[in-house]
């Protein structure tokens, strides 16, 4: 009989190499979102200095006017619209059929079928099988 320490997997060290190979999707897209923060940051505020140097005005970060109040705006404008389309997406693939889609429903109705005809196979098979000899 084996231990239970032997079908336990063998704890490893904490290394830069094993981080990486265990969550690089996480990462990368963690990298992703904040070097495209930082670009929607400086973007907004190039954008935001040349309209108030339009008006005549100085560009701020905080006060009445800051640029942290068009920043937070544009911001959440983008995630609202980006989580309504996760939801739509999440919500709508749940009841509609798209064939031949991984996240569409009509896969599982197709394998289950496949499994019925292979099991029905199977149960003739094994009733034409003849018995064994003694």
Do not use: C
Not at 29 to 43: K, Q, R
Not at 106 to 126: A, Q
Request: aromatic content about 14%; proline content about 3%.
């Amino acid at each position: 009989m084996a231990s239970a320490s032997a079908t336990q997997p063998q704890a490893r060290g904490f290394t830069p190499s094993r981080l990486w190979h265990d969550y690089s999707l996480s990462l990368t897209f963690a990298a992703l979102f904040v070097l495209s923060f930082i670009g929607h940051t400086y973007t907004g505020w190039m954008q935001y200095a040349a309209d108030q140097q339009s008006h005549n005005e100085t560009a701020t970060v905080f006060g009445d006017s800051g640029y942290v109040w068009y920043w937070g705006e544009w911001t959440l404008q983008n995630w609202q619209s980006e989580f309504l389309e996760v939801a739509a997406m999440v919500v709508l693939s749940s009841f509609l059929i798209h064939k031949g889609s991984a996240e569409s429903k009509d896969g599982d109705d197709e394998i289950k079928e496949l499994l019925t005809k292979i099991e029905g196979r199977l149960s003739k098979l094994e009733d034409d099988e003849p018995a064994p000899k003694s």
